[in-house]
């Protein structure tokens, strides 16, 4: 065995046979007395190497002033009073404060000793130096506080997700943006502003800048600074992720107004997030973080110095910025889809309207109504015709603003080569949209001060001039206002004033054409027809004439009464021409004139019925006509009729009503009849009434003529004792109603 060999059991001997006083001053932990004072009367070499001091500094030094700050408070309200109630403690963390000003973590140990009357005598403590343990419990404290604070980060965006998958409206996600984003970084406040949404195209469906669409917790002064800075504070904004605009020299200089505001608020930080869906921009969350220590008594963070986001609370905003551009996207594709099928919607309602519409004026009128509030908040219409420009319609859709569209009536009329809209539209016959109206447009196009005050007034955020088109030939131009509330016009909105346009076109095209035939038929009939029966001694005399309420407002029925000169006899005649149009009214013309023309040599009414049947050919005429042609003597009464195809005439008296037996030969225009037309003669009692008529007024769809002819008789009967006047009145009101198939021509005399 070596000499080392046999030194280390001596050694192991040595130290395992020690004396006590070399264990208690080389122990692994402090060993100190005191008194129950606090005084220092005992300590070993480990708690003097510990402490930094020399054995002479601690004897006699007071134990808590050894201590930490908040130590000395730690051992005076728990430490001290747990010895003199329990005896002992246990495992008690205390801070010693080296003289470097570092800290020096232990756990304690003390049992109080006591005399046989319960006096304290000394106190005895051990110190256990726990650094190590102190940084692994700091450690393992500071992973479960990230843990729960993912935790919390994880159940808030879970949260966020699911509603923003449930919002059906863009002020749903906006708002729930704010509120999750405030609740992920503590802000005090937040707004989104958000981009237009785009087309289909991909083209902005309009210029105008971000608006605010959801806000909570910002004052108005700082709103007002942030959209002075471009509507949505894109000045503010660079391209990347979550960005911290700190309240300091920098934001001073830049934007003097917006950290003057912030600093009366106590605002230390804004905090902008990017709200994007697919790399494509569509807002902005801006949060407002307040000063450190708002709400504290200290606060430990110099004023103007924001400290940036953590890690994770800037991927969190991240998160929740790109969620809420998808939840956007989804919310602008269903709001879109809404809209069209609002717009397919509203285009069949103005196809049903303007269908159903009577004339041009009741068709753009209601139009009008139509177009407000659904399309537009405004609409103008202006109608070019032969008199010049006019304005039949004029709607907006809050009643409280329709004297303000009243008034463009008076103020405004499209004139060429004019800047409003309108007019633009009209010159060069295409669509005219305004996307932003401004104060300088309005300067522009208004044409005086009172102009100008009404479009101030209306507000507008847009506006649409559609060309009112028909075979190339302007008929005039459909205006469209958008307020302010409901935003500028999109492309789609823009497309649907065109077709709307294309619709109105048609039909005020059609309407115009209708309303110019409907005059030329009046102007025609009136000419055609002969005018009111002159005074007859001895009769009383009264014509009716009503057009078939479908077609042109004219027809070929015609009436005539006239005196002849030599001895006083009125020739008489009732007449249909085949039809009720423009060409029955022309041949009804003919018929007239040459009647009267054949009266000049005084014929019978049967050899007026063979003259016009002999010379039909000669007068070239295409349609065929029933006739009945009378001649009577005031005087005597004495009556002669004769019929070609016509109904016969009632004869009214005191007694009742009777048809007259007249004979009909063919109509006119049918080849000739191998005899000449018969003719009957009698007499027109004084106080009867003879009423020759056409068949208008006893035919029907819905009943043969014999039934019309028995309801005449009827009515005629009902009214006995009538005068020719009031007779015709009553037969046309009790046999004929709104919708008549046929003209209508009568004649009634009653002799006196």
């Given at each position: 065995?070596?000499?080392?060999?046999?030194?280390?059991?001596?050694?192991?001997?040595?130290?395992?046979e020690?004396?006590p006083?070399?264990l208690?001053?080389?122990?692994p932990?402090?060993?100190?007395?005191?008194?129950p004072?606090?005084?220092?009367v005992?300590?070993?070499?480990t708690?003097?190497e510990?402490?930094?001091?020399?054995?002479?500094?601690?004897?006699?030094?007071?134990?808590?002033?050894?201590l930490?700050?908040g130590?000395r408070?730690f051992?005076?309200?728990?430490?001290?009073?747990?010895?003199r109630?329990?005896?002992?403690?246990?495992?008690i963390?205390?801070d010693?404060?080296?003289?470097?000003?570092?800290?020096?973590?232990?756990l304690?140990?003390?049992?109080?000793?006591?005399?046989?009357?319960?006096?304290?005598?000394?106190?005895?403590?051990?110190?256990?130096?726990?650094?190590?343990?102190?940084?692994?419990?700091?450690?393992l404290?500071?992973a479960?506080?990230?843990?729960?604070?993912?935790?919390?980060?994880?159940?808030?965006?879970h949260?966020?997700?699911?509603?923003?998958?449930?919002a059906?409206?863009?002020?749903?996600?906006?708002?729930t943006?704010?509120?999750?984003?405030?609740?992920?970084?503590?802000?005090?406040?937040g707004?989104?502003?958000?981009?237009?949404?785009e087309?289909?195209?991909?083209?902005?469906?309009g210029?105008?800048?971000?608006?605010?669409?959801?806000?909570?917790?910002?004052?108005?002064?700082?709103?007002?600074?942030?959209?002075?800075?471009?509507?949505?504070?894109a000045?503010?904004?660079r391209?990347?992720?979550v960005?911290?605009?700190?309240?300091g020299p920098?934001l001073e200089?830049?934007?003097?107004?917006?950290?003057?505001v912030?600093?009366?608020?106590?605002?230390?930080?804004?905090?902008?997030?990017?709200?994007?869906?697919?790399g494509?921009?569509?807002?902005?969350?801006?949060?407002?973080?307040?000063?450190?220590?708002?709400?504290?008594l200290?606060?430990?963070t110099?004023?103007?110095t924001?400290?940036?986001?953590a890690?994770?609370?800037?991927?969190l905003?991240?998160?929740l910025?790109?969620q809420?551009g998808?939840a956007?996207?989804?919310v602008?594709l269903?709001?879109e889809?809404?809209?069209?099928?609002a717009?397919?919607a509203?285009?069949?309602?103005?196809?049903?309207l303007?269908?159903?519409?009577?004339g041009?004026?009741?068709t753009?009128e209601?139009?009008?109504v139509l177009?407000?509030p659904?399309?537009a908040?405004?609409?103008v219409?202006?109608?070019?015709?032969e008199?010049?420009?006019?304005?039949?319609?004029a709607?907006?859709?809050?009643p409280?603003?329709?004297?303000?569209?009243?008034?463009?009536?008076?103020?405004h009329?499209?004139?060429?080569?004019?800047a409003?809209?309108?007019?633009?539209?009209?010159?060069?016959?295409?669509t005219?949209?305004?996307?932003e109206?401004?104060?300088?447009?309005m300067?522009r196009?208004?044409?005086?001060?009172?102009h100008?005050?009404v479009?101030r007034?209306l507000?507008?955020?847009?506006?649409?001039?559609?060309?009112?088109?028909a075979?190339?030939?302007?008929?005039?131009?459909l205006?469209?206002?958008?307020?302010?509330?409901?935003?500028?016009?999109?492309?789609?909105?823009?497309?649907v004033?065109?077709q709307?346009?294309?619709?109105?076109?048609?039909v005020?095209?059609?309407?115009?054409?209708?309303e110019?035939?409907?005059?030329?038929?009046?102007?025609?009939?009136a000419?055609?027809?002969?005018?009111?029966?002159?005074?007859?001694?001895?009769?009383?005399?009264a014509?009716?004439?009503?057009?078939?309420?479908?077609?042109?407002?004219?027809?070929?029925?015609?009436?005539?009464v006239?005196?002849?000169?030599?001895?006083?006899?009125?020739?008489?005649?009732?007449?249909?021409?085949?039809?009720?149009d423009?060409?029955?009214?022309?041949?009804?013309?003919?018929?007239?004139?040459?009647?009267?023309?054949?009266?000049?040599?005084?014929?019978?009414?049967s050899a007026?019925?063979?003259?016009?049947?002999?010379?039909w050919?000669?007068l070239?005429?295409?349609r065929?006509?029933?006739?009945?042609?009378?001649?009577?003597?005031?005087?005597?009464?004495?009556?002669?009729?004769s019929?070609?195809?016509?109904?016969?005439p009632l004869?009214?008296?005191a007694e009742?009503a009777?048809?007259?037996?007249?004979r009909p030969s063919?109509?006119?225009?049918a080849?000739?009849?191998?005899?000449?037309?018969?003719?009957?003669a009698?007499?027109?009692?004084?106080?009867?009434?003879l009423?020759?008529?056409?068949?208008?007024?006893?035919?029907?769809?819905?009943a043969?003529?014999?039934?019309?002819l028995?309801?005449?008789r009827?009515v005629a009967?009902?009214?006995?004792?009538?005068?020719?006047?009031?007779l015709c009145?009553?037969?046309?009101?009790e046999?004929t109603?709104s919708?008549?198939?046929?003209?209508?021509?009568?004649?009634?005399l009653?002799?006196?």
């Open positions: 065995m070596d000499d080392a060999s046999r030194r280390e059991p001596v050694e192991l001997t040595r130290l395992l020690d004396d006083a070399d208690y001053e080389n122990a932990c402090g060993y100190l007395s005191m008194l004072g606090g005084r220092i005992k300590v070993n070499r708690f003097v510990w402490s930094g001091r020399t054995a002479e500094e601690l004897l006699g030094a007071s134990f808590p002033d050894l930490t700050v130590g408070v051992h005076e309200t728990h430490v001290a009073p747990l010895l109630m329990q005896g002992a403690v246990r495992e963390a205390l010693l404060e080296l003289p470097d000003g570092t800290a020096l973590p232990c304690v140990n003390a049992v109080e000793l006591r005399d046989d009357a319960g006096a304290p005598l000394l106190v005895r403590a051990t110190l256990f130096e726990t650094t190590s343990r102190r940084r692994y419990e700091r450690a404290l500071a479960q506080r990230a843990a729960a604070e993912a935790e919390a980060r994880s159940r808030g965006l949260q966020a997700v699911s509603e923003l998958a449930a059906v409206s863009v002020h749903d996600v906006a708002a943006l704010v509120e999750r984003g405030r609740a992920a970084v503590g802000a005090v406040g707004a989104v502003w958000l981009l237009p949404a087309t289909p195209a991909g083209r902005r469906a210029r105008r800048p971000g608006r605010l669409v959801a806000q909570s917790g910002i004052s108005p002064a700082l709103r007002s600074q942030l959209e002075r800075l471009g509507g949505w504070g000045r503010l904004v391209p990347g992720g960005r911290v605009v700190p309240l920098d200089r830049a934007e003097p107004g917006l950290a003057a912030m600093a009366a608020e106590r605002v230390d930080a804004l905090v902008l997030v990017p709200v994007a869906a697919e494509r921009p569509r807002g902005l969350l801006l949060l407002v973080r307040p000063a450190d220590g708002d709400g504290e200290i606060s430990l110099e004023p103007g924001a400290a940036d986001l890690a994770a609370d800037a991927e905003l991240r998160t910025g790109r809420a998808q956007l996207e989804r602008w269903y709001e889809t809404a809209r069209q099928a717009r397919s509203f285009l069949l309602d103005a196809a049903r303007m269908a159903a519409a009577a041009v004026t009741e753009v209601r139009l009008a177009a407000v659904r399309l908040d405004l609409c219409i202006d109608l070019l015709t008199h010049g420009w006019t304005r039949p319609a709607r907006h859709a809050d409280a603003r329709q004297h303000l569209a009243d008034r463009l009536r008076e103020v009329l499209p004139t060429s080569g004019g409003h809209p309108s007019v633009q539209a009209a010159d060069s016959g295409r005219v949209w305004v996307r109206v401004s104060e300088g447009w300067t196009i208004a044409q005086d001060e009172r100008l005050a479009v007034e507000e507008l955020a847009g506006l649409v001039a559609v060309p009112l088109m075979e190339g030939r302007l008929m005039g131009v205006t469209l206002g958008a307020g302010r509330q409901r935003g500028s016009f999109t492309a789609a909105d823009v497309e004033a065109e709307l346009a294309l619709q109105v076109s048609q005020v095209d059609k309407a115009q054409r209708l110019l035939e409907t005059r030329t038929s009046h102007t025609l009939q000419n055609l027809l002969p005018p009111a029966p002159p005074p007859v001694p001895g009769l009383q005399v014509v009716r004439y009503v057009a078939a309420s479908q077609g042109a407002d004219v027809g070929g029925d015609f009436y005539d006239v005196p002849l000169p030599a001895d006083g006899t009125v020739a008489l005649a009732v007449g249909d021409v085949v039809g009720h423009i060409t029955a009214a022309a041949v009804m013309g003919q018929l007239r004139s040459v009647h009267r023309v054949l009266l000049a040599d005084r014929p019978s009414p007026i019925i063979d003259r016009f049947q002999a010379g050919a000669l070239g005429l295409q065929m006509a029933t006739a009945l042609f009378g001649s009577l003597d005031p005087a005597t009464g004495q009556l002669r009729l019929s070609a195809g016509h109904l016969s004869l009214v008296t009742g009777e048809y007259l037996d007249v063919r109509m006119l225009g080849p000739p009849a191998p005899a000449p037309a018969a003719e009957w009698g007499v027109l009692p004084v106080g009867a009434t009423v020759l008529f056409t068949d208008g007024l006893v035919e029907s769809r819905s043969d003529i014999d039934e019309g028995a309801a005449l009827a009967l009902a009214h006995l004792g009538a005068g020719p006047d009031e009145d009553r037969l046309l009101s046999l109603g919708h008549r198939a046929d003209d209508v021509a009568l004649l009634a009653a002799r006196v």
